[in-house]
């Protein structure tokens, strides 16, 4: 099993930042991918970004050029730094992780992120 636990979330103005993290613990050695989801109000939840283990990232359209995922191996630690936010962005952000197969699905139980007008 991997445990997830996200922190960082808050209350901002748009405009401004937020960094999320995620600490990984438990059978990290099983995770290939980690990522940053969220779910805003009435709405389905929708991937933001993706890290792979070999660093590779991928990001959802709408938060590409303000927002950056990253990874510390050493840490087991993954973020999300959020620049530019905007109203839109307020959701609940949960972090995830990825093994070998579908077997392996690992969430966190959220950080809530607000972005006011």
């Not at 990253?70 to 999300?80: G, I, K, P, Q, V």
Request: aromatic share 10%; hydrophobic share 35%; charged share 20%.
């Amino acid at each position: 099993q991997v445990q997830l636990v996200e922190s960082g979330g808050g209350l901002v103005q748009a405009g401004g930042s937020l960094r999320l993290s995620c600490a990984a613990s438990g059978s990290i050695f099983r995770i290939v991918a980690m990522g940053w989801y969220r779910q805003a109000p009435g709405k389905q939840r929708e991937e933001v970004a993706l890290i792979l283990n070999n660093g590779r990232t991928n990001y959802a359209d709408s938060v590409k050029g303000r927002f950056t995922i990253s990874r510390d191996n050493a840490e087991n630690t993954a973020y999300l730094q959020m620049n530019s936010l905007k109203p839109e962005d307020t959701a609940v952000y949960y972090c995830h992780a990825a093994g070998p197969g579908p077997e392996y699905d690992y969430w966190g139980k959220g950080t809530l992120v607000t972005v006011s007008s």
